[in-house]
């Protein structure tokens, strides 16, 4: 796919999604504050939950901790920290990922996840993803929302998207995809490109039963299966 029609499907989705709820993502709902950590545990939250799940979840660490740091998380007692957190699902094993992260963060960056950030943006990339449960698509959201414009996070809608459309082929991995997106688009557009094309395999390209018919980029979309 040719640059041409990547943005003619950019134009596209902006028309379509040019009205939504900041409250369908939660990485927009969370850096509302500007902390970096407040953003790295709402992302935790949202792995391998909906973001209706892990909004209810961070907006009761919220209410409990109202200003989310590492020490905070640290000083809460695990089975209050499960509680709280309960909502987003397997809050056993995410209280405790989100204890690890925080005394990883107070141990080699005094708690300052933003020491992470003023590094270059590969290598800033590079060190998040040494922080436990943080994979490649975490430390790109950091990234993308915080210093903006080096990368493009690929969720499991992207990826669906992104080889449907024909932005890569079937068989390609998180970084091929990522690779293509970024020669495909202008650093500017990136947030843009993640999110609408994130409410894209929400609303219309979705898993199963994919409503091609009223997809309003469905004129460019190379997806073999697609039914108009």
Not at 63 to 69: G, Y
Not at 163 to 177: C, H, L, V
Not at 186 to 201: A, M, Q, S, T
Request: glycine share 4%.
């Amino acid at each position: 796919m040719d640059r041409l029609v990547a943005e003619k499907i950019l134009k596209a989705l902006r028309v379509e999604f040019e009205k939504f709820n900041v409250e369908e993502f939660i990485a927009l709902k969370a850096i509302q504050s500007k902390n970096p950590f407040q953003l790295l545990i709402a992302v935790v939250l949202s792995q391998n939950t909906s973001d209706r799940n892990s909004l209810k979840a961070f907006e009761n660490l919220t209410n409990n901790l109202v200003d989310i740091t590492p020490w905070k998380i640290i000083e809460t007692p695990i089975e209050k920290l499960e509680e709280i957190i309960k909502p987003a699902g397997i809050y056993k094993r995410r209280a405790e990922a989100l204890r690890r992260i925080s005394m990883e963060i107070i141990e080699k960056y005094d708690g300052d996840l933003s020491k992470i950030l003023e590094l270059p943006p590969e290598e800033a990339r590079r060190e998040l993803m040494k922080l436990p449960q943080v994979g490649a698509k975490t430390a790109d959201v950091l990234i993308l929302f915080l210093k903006g414009g080096y990368t493009i996070p690929i969720d499991t809608h992207l990826m669906r998207v992104a080889k449907r459309i024909g932005y890569a082929n079937s068989k390609a991995d998180y970084e091929e995809i990522r690779g293509k997106l970024i020669d495909l688009f202008k650093p500017e557009e990136y947030l843009e490109v993640h999110l609408l094309h994130i409410l894209l395999g929400r609303k219309y390209c979705k898993a199963r039963k994919p409503k091609c018919k009223a997809c309003p980029i469905a004129r460019y979309c190379e997806y073999e299966f697609k039914v108009l």
